[in-house]
């Protein structure tokens, strides 16, 4: 089912495991200033204005899980897995503190040197997420973030940067975290604050413009440095479903998909979809483009589609569809009557991972990358320290079926990268709480604990998975 090449692997992100917020040089990022959920992240995300220049008694990325020092220990734990890919981020601001520096902090660059030469010990595959959820705040509080098209050069300076050095040691990186978040959390997708804003999404509609382009120049400029370089874009993924066979509720469906759709068929189609030109009318977005910008993008496309998979969407037009809304983290939708939902509001729906790898192909013809997908739980403990997550196992066994359903109906597909394989903050509610790992960290929500590594049951069945090609999955 899966052939001998799959990438078999791990992923998690810098904000959210390495700690270490201001050692050695680095900056603030945006992730940095988001307090617990005590202390009002969520009002934050939307909302953040008040709360940038408070001083709240808890941040969960500044120790995180302490990646930062642990990383030895953390890579050999999941080296003895059997992992062949690891997914991790590169902090911007560990590179360049401020974001507008004409030199990088070698200090930043040094410990990427280390943690991608650890991975190559091992035989490890290194995916990097060049901006996941951390643009650094001195971008933020000098320009406005992504509004300002100068970030956009900023980011490209940070990426050459990180090409020419880790030429060899990482081929495959990713642009830009779940680019579409920018319409559903536009200060994490692109530190915009937009208290007083006149028009919304014109400002958001303009920073995601800034974005692509930043990515085809980025993409353009891994390809110049390195012609092995494989670079991706990556989207916050799942198909939308009509509530019902209404046409009405299709159409909704329909036009929830290309909501979804725009900024990753720009960056592997090259151009702006038929269908933005009627979005952007109505809601009132007149996009400012350079000269050169359509050529930019139009010559220089992703290599495959990386995306994160969770939960399906539903959509639909009437009032009984209405009632039935459901927050599955931070997008909107509503509620599938024929799926089990977690208590964080995300529906469980495997053969829904096979519907969107058969969209996205038939939609961009790329190879898919499946590096994140995962099941957020409150895993507990046994008194002895064992940790008997079958719930989690089970729930990776249905995804990783319908992965290998997808292929067989013609999907080409590089790896599987579950999400959080070691237990670290959530981006969203900044908790330890919800646990996606197969390693379980002594970290609690209110930072407190040992941050000692424990195996979970789930971490020798993955085990077992890798060893046997995905054949063996009891």
């Not at 979809?273 to 007149?286: C, I, N, Q, T």
């Not at 597909?413 to 908790?431: F, H, M, N, Q, R």
């Amino acid at each position: 089912m899966f052939p001998r090449d799959f990438m078999w692997g791990a992923a998690m992100a810098a904000n959210q495991c390495e700690g270490a917020y201001l050692e050695d040089g680095k900056g603030l990022s945006i992730a940095d200033l988001l307090p617990d959920a005590a202390g009002g992240r969520w009002d934050m995300l939307y909302h953040p204005e008040p709360y940038l220049d408070k001083k709240l008694p808890y941040y969960p990325s500044h120790e995180a899980i302490d990646f930062y020092r642990r990383y030895k220990e953390d890579i050999r734990l999941l080296a003895d897995m059997g992992i062949r890919a690891f997914r991790t981020s590169v902090s911007w601001p560990r590179i360049f503190p401020q974001g507008d520096e004409t030199e990088p902090n070698e200090s930043g660059l040094g410990f990427y040197d280390r943690l991608f030469e650890e991975c190559r010990r091992y035989g490890i595959e290194p995916v990097v997420t060049l901006c996941h959820f951390d643009t650094p705040y001195g971008l933020v509080r000098r320009y406005g973030g992504w509004k300002d098209r100068r970030v956009a050069d900023f980011y490209c300076r940070y990426c050459r940067v990180l090409f020419e050095r880790y030429k060899g040691l990482v081929r495959y990186w990713m642009t830009f975290n779940e680019i579409n978040m920018m319409t559903h959390i536009p200060f994490l997708g692109g530190g915009l604050l937009l208290d007083g804003e006149p028009n919304r999404a014109q400002a958001i509609y303009q920073a995601a413009h800034h974005q692509l382009v930043a990515s085809a120049a980025a993409t353009k400029i891994a390809h110049e440095v390195d012609g092995q370089n494989r670079v991706g874009c990556m989207l916050a993924a799942g198909s939308y479903y009509p509530y019902s066979c209404r046409p009405e509720d299709v159409m909704a469906a329909v036009e929830k998909n290309h909501e979804n759709y725009l900024f990753t068929d720009v960056q592997s189609r090259g151009a702006y979809p038929g269908y933005a030109r009627r979005l952007f009318e109505e809601k009132d977005v007149s996009l400012e483009m350079e000269p050169g910008d359509e050529e930019l993008l139009r010559e220089n496309t992703v290599d495959y589609i990386g995306f994160s998979y969770y939960s399906s969407r539903l959509a639909g037009t009437g009032e009984e569809a209405q009632k039935n809304r459901v927050d599955g983290n931070a997008v909107d939708t509503l509620r599938n009557p024929y799926l089990d939902i977690t208590p964080w509001g995300r529906q469980i729906d495997p053969v829904g991972l096979r519907i969107t790898m058969n969209d996205l192909y038939d939609r961009y013809q790329k190879p898919l990358f499946v590096v994140e997908n995962g099941l957020g739980c409150e895993d507990k403990p046994e008194e002895d320290g064992t940790v008997c997550d079958g719930y989690r196992i089970d729930y990776m066994r249905d995804h990783i079926v319908q992965v290998g359903e997808a292929m067989r109906d013609g999907v080409p597909c590089l790896g599987y990268l579950p999400w959080g394989t070691i237990d670290l903050i959530s981006a969203g509610g900044g908790e330890m709480k919800k646990r996606y790992g197969f390693i379980y960290v002594d970290k609690h929500n209110d930072g407190t604990g040992t941050l000692e590594r424990r195996k979970k049951k789930s971490y020798d069945w993955y085990r077992k998975v890798i060893a046997s090609g995905g054949e063996d999955l009891e």
